[in-house]
Every structure is written in C-alpha cells, then in structure tokens.
C-alpha cells in the first residue's frame, strides 16, 4: 500500500510540473506576439514624401510641378485680329493670365502668360511685338516670345530693357514654331508648343530660372476659401476696348467662371471647340496715348489707375498699379488695403479710360445694367 501511494503521488507531481512547464511556454508565446506587434505598430523614421504639387503663383491653385517653381514664365503674343485670326486662335485656354491690351488703332493683342510653358500644347497664332507687352512680359520676368516687331518703338524698347525675346520670324530660333494651314494668309499661320519653346531655350542656353518676381501675383486665398468682390453683383461686363473689340463676360454660376465673348459671338478655341472660360476678370482702366505722327501706333499706359475685380457673380471696385518695368500689376481695394482675390486663370483688360465698362448688377435696386465707368 505505501509503495502504491508513493507511486501516485510521484505520479500528480510530474503531471503538475509538465502542466506548469506548457504553460509558461504559452505565456512566453503570448509576450512574443505582443512585443512583435508594438514593434510592427512603432512609427516610421522615414522622411515623409515631397508634395506631388506646388501652388501656381501665377494663378494661386495648387497643381504646378514643384520642379517649375523657379522656372521663368513664357509671355506670347497672340494675334486677335477680327475676325481673321480670332478663329484660328488657340491655346489661350492654356495660359494663366491673357493681357488684352492696343496694339495699333483700336485693335488689340493678346499676351498669354504660362508659368509652366512644358505643360502647354500648341499656341498660336503667333504676331509682332509692340512697346507696352515688353513691360508687362517683364513683370513676370518672363522670356517674350513674338514673331516679328515693331522697329520704329518695340526694337528699341527691347534694347532698353534688356528683355530676353524671342523673334520667330529670325532664322535662329528655327525648330521653335512651325506653319499650319488653317485657310488664312500666311501672317495668321505661326504656331507654337510649350515643349518646342522649351527646348528650344534649353539649345540656346537662355536663362530659365526666375531672377525676380517669385511672390504671388495677387493676394490669392486659399482654394475652398473663395470670395465675392463686395461693391456688387455681376451676371455680366461688356469691356468696350474700341468700337470694333468689345470684350464680354458672363458668369456660369454652376462652373461659376465667366465665359468669353467677343462682341456677341463666343469666343472659342480653335482646336478644342470650346469657349474661353476664365475665373478672374480684371478692366483696368489706363489711358491710351499715340507713338507714330499719324496716330496708328499706340502706347497702353502701365502705371497706375481704377478698375474692378470681377469674380464668382460679384464685382470690387479697385486701384491697380506697375509703375517700374520690372514691376508686376497689383491691385488694392480703393483704400489703398489688400484685395483678396480667388485662385484661378485671369483674363485682362487694359481700356482706355475713355471707354464705356458696363457691368449687369442683379443687386441693383433701379437697373439691372449698370454703367460701372461713369
């Protein structure tokens, strides 16, 4: 009997320790499965990734490949010859600020300013050089591209300023434009691509990276935080530029952009088919002043004046100035304070003072049309 018992109780001690000894393995098991977590969970050491893109400081929207940050902007002018060249124009979709300005008489060029000139596809068509689009290209230190130029004035204005230009027309930029039959004569066939400007300035060794200018244009807000210019409503602006070019906006409030017509056509692009969409108008009002004995040729005064703001179905009332030639435009309230101002593209009217500038104001108590020039 005592050799029976000593046999189980050796029997209950073995089993208790085999118990104890499984056990512990499981809680070791447990701990090294904790343990691994909190390491797999631990934060990363790495770097966090460049931003995929930059904000335009042409426009205020953020979509710039962060490697043209300091990439100089390309300034060309645009032929707006009614109506010969206006339906054959294309690209102006495409910029991030088009200055209306006079180039002789009452007609008017464009200036299609691209921060980002890789990004472009083609642009055209393509005209002269005249003295007033020398200094706004050169508010943005932008290179000037044209084809052909204005001896008389622009040639020596270009020497003045020391503009890097780039004349289509002169045998060394061959390979930068090319002609497209588009049933017009010949001096409204020169087009461009941003990647044959580009290229082109990389052949030639041009400077390509901003000496000046690297701030924001205007006083953008951020996106999502747009705003209504305060002096009133505005379905519409009819910006009389001459008895022949009457630059007309009206607003899309769905897209709310303002969509371009020219005198009461649709101002569209010739390769897309689609009418000109812009954000931003700016009419700013200058005065206008001859360069030739007969009148023909004409300056568009640049330094300073009144105008309006118009975005998003409201106008502001503004000053603007450029003074230097190296200056940009900038625009404040008419206390001189800031105007805040809506991230998107821009289209610019500088008008002659002189000229009628209506604006339809849905807020007016007495009209719906209002004569915001008076």
Known sequence: MKKGLLKLILFVIS???????????????????????????????EPEPEPEFAINPLTGIENLDPASVNNRPVAIMVNNLKPTAQSVQTGLDQADIVYEAYAEGGVTRLLAVFKDIKAADQIGTIRSARYSYIDLAMGHDAIYVHAGINDSHATPHVKETGIDNINLLHGKFNGMSFREKNGKALEHTLYTTGEKLWNGFSKKNWRTELNYNKENWQNFVKEGAEIVPASGGCDAVSVTMSNQYISKFEYDSAKKVYKKFSGTSQH?????????????????????????SDGYIVKTGLSSGEGYYVSNGGY????????STKNPIK???????????????????????????KI?????????????SK
């Open 331 to 357: 625009i404040t309230l008419e206390d001189g304070s800031t105007c805040n101002y809506n991230p998107g593209n821009t289209w610019v009217c500088l008008v002659n003072k002189k000229n009628s500038v």
């Open 15 to 45: 089993l208790s320790m085999i118990c104890t000894f499984v056990g512990c393995k499981g809680e070791d098991a447990q701990l090294s499965e904790i343990s691994s977590a909190e390491v797999t969970s631990a934060p990363s050491s």
């Open 316 to 323: 502001q009332k503004i000053k603007w100035s450029k003074g």
């Open 268 to 292: 569209k692009d010739y390769k897309t088919g689609k009418q000109l969409e812009f954000k931003n108008i700016l009419v700013l009002k200058t005065a206008v002043t001859s360069l030739s």
């Open 360 to 372: 339809t104001d849905p807020t007016a108590v007495t009209s719906t049309n209002s004569t915001a």
